[in-house]
């Protein structure tokens, strides 16, 4: 996603609106392999002309990810947006935690891929799930639980279930 900055490049506090749809950000293109993107990434912000050759982008992004669920290994979406605060300049340096505190960026464009990309990254849950209770896959036959019952491992009965199975067993009488 790129932010042209041509009309406030020469104007101190000069400030930009910015309304965009990038269908075109490919999250692997970038070392990121473990989500994709399942709708456009859309951004609404602005920049800043800071001065001294600084622009600050601020603004929210929201698009949807395809993640692979971590139990039953069903892909599912998963709905994610959040607010980015960076500052650009023709060189990048750092503050004293290491950090990035200036982004680098040159000509009249500012290239958002990269910082976009890494905040959806944070955003992810360490552990997807399609949904809170995912039954997940038989760990003997591999059958999807949400979706189908096997006949493994009947011992291990999960304890909200115990009451379910004395009632088939009495049924059975
Ligand atoms: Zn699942
Ligand atoms: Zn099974």
């Given at each position: 996603m790129r932010l042209s900055i041509t009309k406030i490049?020469?104007?101190?506090?000069a400030v930009q609106q910015y309304q965009l749809v990038d269908d075109?950000?490919?999250?692997t293109a970038y070392g990121y392999t473990d989500f994709r993107l399942s709708e456009p990434v859309s951004f609404t912000g602005r920049v800043i002309?800071?001065?001294?050759g600084l622009f600050e982008v601020c603004g929210s992004y929201q698009t949807k990810l395809q993640l692979i669920c971590s139990r039953c290994l069903s892909p599912f979406e998963l709905p994610v947006a959040g607010e980015i605060t960076a500052l650009y300049g023709s060189s990048p340096h750092e503050d004293a935690d290491g950090e990035l505190a200036v982004h680098s960026f040159s000509g009249d464009n500012i290239e958002l891929d990269e910082l976009l990309l890494s905040e959806i990254s944070f955003a992810l849950p360490m552990q997807p799930l399609c949904k809170e209770d995912c039954r997940g896959l038989c760990p003997e036959c591999g059958t999807d639980l949400n979706h189908d019952a096997c006949?493994?491992?009947?011992?291990?009965?999960?304890p909200r279930w115990e009451k379910l199975a004395y009632f088939k067993f009495n049924g059975d009488e």
């Open positions: 490049k020469q104007q101190p506090s075109q950000l490919d999250p002309n800071n001065g001294d006949s493994c491992a009947k011992e291990q009965i999960d």
